[in-house]
């Protein structure tokens, strides 16, 4: 069974910033995307920042020009670097893998930004 768990989050002010990290229990080698979504009470959860195996990646349009994914190969991670935050950006966190057909989630991580 693939482990995957999110850290870093927390609460931030209004334009602060935070790094969220996924660490997962598989060579990176073998991912297809990983990605980051998030989700509020009452509502479809959504994607935030993907990133495919060669490297493309795609963010909302909520977040381009404030979020970044990156990777670390050697530490089997993902980050998601938030800048700016917003109080619409209060969610909890979640990142995804994606290996051949299959879905892998993390716990979850809350986000919130508010002063």
């Known amino acids: 069974q693939v482990q995957v768990v999110e850290s870093g989050g927390g609460l931030v002010q209004p334009g602060g910033s935070l790094r969220l990290s996924c660490t997962f229990s598989?060579?990176?080698?073998?991912?297809?995307?990983m990605g980051w979504y998030r989700q509020v009470p009452g509502r479809k959860r959504e994607l935030v920042a993907q990133m495919n195996s060669g490297g493309i990646t795609y963010y909302a349009d909520s977040v381009k020009g404030r979020f970044t994914i990156s990777e670390d190969k050697a530490e089997t991670s993902v980050y998601l670097q938030m800048n700016t935050l917003k109080p619409d950006d209060t969610a909890v966190y979640y990142c995804?893998?994606?290996?051949?057909?299959?879905?892998?989630w993390g716990q979850g991580t809350q986000v919130t930004v508010s002063s």
């Open positions: 995804n893998i994606i290996i051949g057909p299959k879905n892998y």
């Open positions: 598989i060579s990176i080698y073998t991912i297809y995307t």
